[in-house]
């Protein structure tokens, strides 16, 4: 499965940034994460492949929305309110099965797309 990623940029604290990620199959549970500078990768949002179960990591959970479109196996990440800590390089991911729910199990991984939020 090929990843693509794209959707980052720059943008002021406050605003909003839609991410999406094209996968070249589907089928596969798909997630985001991101990297800051100088710090380790970490996950971000997950979404099984019917949709019906979502989770998010704690510091974007009322911020971020991740939604799917099966129908063009695209994998999308709206952020709204962002925050200069929200800088960093996001990936998407995919993922077979439902093992190590959701923050681990990722088989595929796309190149990242990089956001920067200005303060």
């Known amino acids: 499965v090929q990843l693509q990623a794209s959707g980052g940029g720059l943008v002021q604290a406050g605003g909003s940034l839609t991410l999406s990620c094209a996968a070249s199959?589907?089928?596969?549970?798909m997630g985001w994460f991101r990297q800051a500078p100088g710090k380790e990768r970490e996950f971000v949002a997950a979404?099984?492949?019917?949709?019906?179960?979502?989770a998010y990591t704690d510091s974007v959970k009322g911020r971020f929305t991740i939604l799917r479109d099966n129908a063009k196996n695209m994998v999308y990440l709206r952020m709204n309110s962002l925050k200069p800590e929200d800088t960093a390089v996001y990936y998407c991911a995919a993922g077979a099965t439902m093992t190590y729910w959701p923050m681990s199990g990722y088989d595929y991984w796309g190149q990242g797309t990089l956001v920067t939020v200005s303060s």
């Open positions: 979404i099984s492949w019917s949709g019906a179960t979502i």
């Open positions: 199959l589907g089928g596969y549970r």
